[in-house]
């Protein structure tokens, strides 16, 4: 059974940076995708970035030249390097595992967005203040 384990959540000012990191435990897959997503309250889930086996990435337009996703396989840690908060970035941020070889990093996110598969940590929470 897989568990990921969310961490670097916190609170910062506008145009302040923060890096999220989520650690893979029981990881027994060779080939994967990982990506983050979000959900404010009020406001539906969004796939932000996505990284699947090959090394490609995907983001979402929201975040596209702010974040950076980047893994360490020795570490089976994902990270989001997050530059540039705004206050609309504030939500809980989550990571997810999907063990399908063939997914792609777009289709990662389109799952993260709309499906419910794969493996999905609690979350750390982002809050970004003017």
């Known amino acids: 059974q897989v568990q990921l384990q969310e961490s670097g959540g916190a609170s910062v000012q506008t145009g302040g940076a923060l890096r999220l990191s989520c650690v893979a435990r029981?990881?027994?897959?060779?080939?994967?995708?990982m990506g983050w997503y979000r959900q404010a309250p009020g406001k539906e889930r969004e796939g932000i970035a996505a990284?699947?086996?090959?090394?490609?990435?995907s983001y979402a337009e929201s975040v596209k030249g702010r974040f950076t996703i980047s893994q360490d396989h020795a570490k089976d840690t994902l990270f989001l390097q997050m530059d540039s908060l705004q206050p609309e970035d504030t939500a809980m941020y989550h990571c997810?595992?999907?063990?399908?070889?063939?997914?792609?990093?777009?289709?990662?996110?389109?799952?993260?967005?709309?499906?419910?598969?794969?493996?999905r940590g609690q979350g750390t929470q982002v809050t970004v203040s003017s």
């Open positions: 997810a595992l999907f063990p399908i070889p063939a997914m792609n990093s777009m289709q990662a996110l389109e799952v993260m967005t709309f499906g419910e598969h794969g493996y």
């Open positions: 990284i699947d086996s090959a090394g490609r990435t």
């Open positions: 029981g990881l027994t897959y060779d080939r994967y995708s």
